[in-house]
């Protein structure tokens, strides 16, 4: 897409090349303070694995990565919208989803980006959209238009479906540790980070190169490994196809990428997801 396509009324995100000539948009508000949360945080209602502990799951045999149980088709493109916020949260869901060996179900994200973007294509907040997740839910793609952002554009078998897709037990997430662990227990997360120019290129180990910032965008995890030096390494699939990074993806850690957003917004895990009521019949 062209620059002048995207809307011109986004003051909270901002927008990039990614290097492979498309123009990408972030999304992910962030606040002046941290918003005050009443979740449970993975360190108090499960307490918190040892790195021993987490590098035993990772080393299961049976174990797949990430790329191998959700490869290229399940990278999703946000766009020329600020929805990344909501583009995360759907991924999340519907890898949860997997998980649980329910039928996969492509969530359409639009929805549940007009649910929190205040009538506006001006991004979101991270707890917004997960407050969203559980009280209203997403409906599957189809009824949803691509790129829509207001409410008014969202059909009645949208809003209909929407509460059959919601999220169960999340989380909150204020550490490397409880992420890796909420990971390594198969759980999914959402966490922000701050895009500038050098989130578009990846070293030779497929990670990111550092950024740091209060956190313009959003994004899920859904793997971790341990690198030669002991620190976790976190994988995750972009909202920008697959010209971004490795396939959609890049590898990110605790340091280089979440310890500055962390102070700004509110990480969470999603422990499951509700059964679906009707099973595979739309209403």
């Known amino acids: 897409m062209l620059e002048s396509e995207v809307p011109s009324d986004a003051p909270h995100d901002q927008i990039f090349d990614d290097g492979a000539g498309h123009f990408v948009r972030t999304g992910n508000i962030a606040p002046e303070t941290k918003p005050v949360t009443t979740m449970a945080t993975i360190a108090d209602k499960l307490g918190v694995l040892t790195r021993d502990g987490i590098e035993k799951i990772l080393a299961d045999p049976n174990r797949k990565t990430a790329r191998e149980r959700f490869p290229a088709s399940w990278i999703k493109n946000q766009g020329r919208r600020g929805s990344c916020n909501a583009y995360a949260a759907c991924a999340a869901t519907e890898r949860a989803r997997a998980v649980r060996r329910l039928p996969r179900v492509e969530l359409g ?13 001006r991004g979101s907040m991270l707890d917004d959209g997960m407050r969203s997740m559980i009280t209203t839910g997403c409906p599957p793609k189809e009824f949803v238009t691509y790129e829509s952002y207001r409410k008014s554009q969202q059909s009645p078998e949208a809003y209909a479906n929407a509460s059959r ?6 989380y909150a997430l204020n550490s490397d540790e409880e992420l890796a662990t909420a990971i390594a227990l198969n759980f999914f997360c959402v966490v922000a980070v701050h895009v500038a120019n050098p989130w578009f290129k990846l070293d030779s180990n497929g990670v990111v190169m550092p950024t740091d910032g209060p956190g313009n965008h959003a994004i899920a995890v859904d793997d971790v490994r341990i690198n030669s030096r002991g620190e976790y390494e976190f994988d ?3 909202s920008w196809a697959t010209t971004y990074g490795d396939q959609g993806r890049g590898w990110i850690t605790w340091n280089r990428h979440m310890r500055t957003t962390v102070r700004y917004h509110q990480f969470f895990a999603i422990r499951s997801t509700q059964d679906d009521p009707h099973g595979d019949t739309f209403v």
């Open 109 to 121: 994200p639009e929805f549940l980006y007009s649910q929190i973007n205040g009538g506006s294509d």
């Open 165 to 170: 897709f919601r999220i169960l037990e999340p």
């Open 236 to 238: 995750h699939p972009g």
